[in-house]
């Protein structure tokens, strides 16, 4: 009587270890299809398209744990999801302009086939890479910064650091994209810092998970590889440039001009940086070549010109034009309709070039 007592209470306490293991690791189950359908906002067209053309869930009715935050086996990625503050979509005329704002300015740029130049482009990017999930929400505050979560180089970032107020996050579940269309709408330019800064991270996610810098020519690395990594007091010793030959001091710092001439790498805003952001200190090293294809990338997105030059930063020199080339032809063969990111006549009429026209930009 004593062992069966004692065999009942073993597997009551199992099947509660059972159940809490269960609660700390949520998964979706088999039902998540029939769940998520019912979830779906299906008299929007692009809703319908996406959930039924590329398997893709666009919601606003969604369960945060099921969606969103679970599955994730390292610490600081858990402590950054489950810090997440997301807040509703509720008024049906605010869905009906973040519904536009998706449509006509975030995802016009993925299609599945387009002409440009002479040329169709198909790639089926949505299809092959995006998340399972768009989750809308119209507010969105990270308790715990993670910049190891996603890329960071981002010039229209709300916060480096990713915490506080954030445009967007992603990961394998799913993309959150805050569209506060109050904040969004109170300038030109509060509009596009949003809309870019959710294209970026979205690009630069997938580009990274997939491993799609493979995709890019090997020529774009060619021009900056025997920089990568090196620190810029190093570059500049191999040069005879570490000593500055008006004060005979070693040079403890460079303009961001310079580093974009001398290394072929982009300079932003924010990366990289040294007091108020206008030098780069010389115990820096040169951005490695997956972080020299997101700086491209970013550049192509948001254009920006440095302190004292006329040109954005990857117009500046035959090399930056060069590389800035090959990732929009990256771009394109993803089946990315780049004018959506970049509509500059410079940036457009540089793709038309052929790669052998390249060798005779100055």
Request: net charge negative; proline share 3%; aromatic share 12%.
């Amino acid at each position: 009587m004593k062992n069966c007592i004692v065999w009942l209470f073993l597997g009551v306490l199992l099947g509660i270890f059972v159940a809490c293991d269960r609660e700390e690791d949520l998964k979706p189950s088999g039902l998540d299809t029939e769940r998520l359908r019912d979830s779906l906002d299906l008299e929007y067209p692009l809703v319908r398209e996406y959930y039924e053309k590329y398997g893709v869930a666009v919601l606003r009715r969604f369960d945060e744990m099921l969606d969103l935050k679970f599955d994730f086996h390292d610490k600081d990625s858990r402590k950054f999801w489950d810090g997440l503050i997301l807040s509703r979509i509720v008024r049906q005329t605010e869905m009906d302009s973040v519904m536009d704002i998706l449509e006509n300015s975030i995802l016009a740029c993925f299609k599945d086939e387009f002409e440009w130049n002479g040329k169709v482009y198909r790639g089926g990017f949505v299809k092959k890479y995006f998340p399972p999930k768009i989750l809308l929400v119209n507010n969105l505050v990270s308790e715990w910064g993670a910049s190891k979560s996603f890329p960071t180089e981002s010039v229209n970032a709300a916060s480096e650091s990713l915490q506080g107020t954030i445009h967007g996050a992603i990961n394998d579940n799913g993309i959150v994209m805050s569209l506060n269309t109050r904040v969004m709408y109170s300038s030109p330019e509060s509009f596009q810092k949003y809309r870019n800064d959710i294209l970026y991270f979205l690009l630069a996610f997938i580009v990274d998970k997939y491993e799609l810098y493979d995709q890019v020519p090997e020529r774009f690395y060619q021009f900056s590889e025997a920089y990568y990594g090196k620190e810029i007091a190093e570059l500049l010793e191999e040069s005879g440039q570490i000593v500055d030959e008006v004060t005979g001091d070693t040079v403890r710092s460079i303009s961001k001009a310079a580093y974009v001439r001398n290394y072929g790498v982009i300079s932003n805003s924010v990366y990289p940086v040294m007091g108020a952001k206008r030098e780069i200190a010389t115990f820096w090293e040169v951005a490695d070549r997956k972080r020299d294809f997101r700086l491209y990338l970013d550049q192509l997105i948001t254009p920006e010109i440095l302190d004292g030059e006329v040109q954005p930063a990857w117009n500046m020199t035959a090399v930056t034009r060069q590389k800035m080339w090959y990732v929009g032809h990256t771009l394109l063969n993803l089946g990315i309709d780049v004018r959506m990111l970049n509509d500059d006549p410079d940036f457009l009429n540089l793709l038309k070039l052929t790669e052998d026209e390249l060798v005779n930009i100055e």
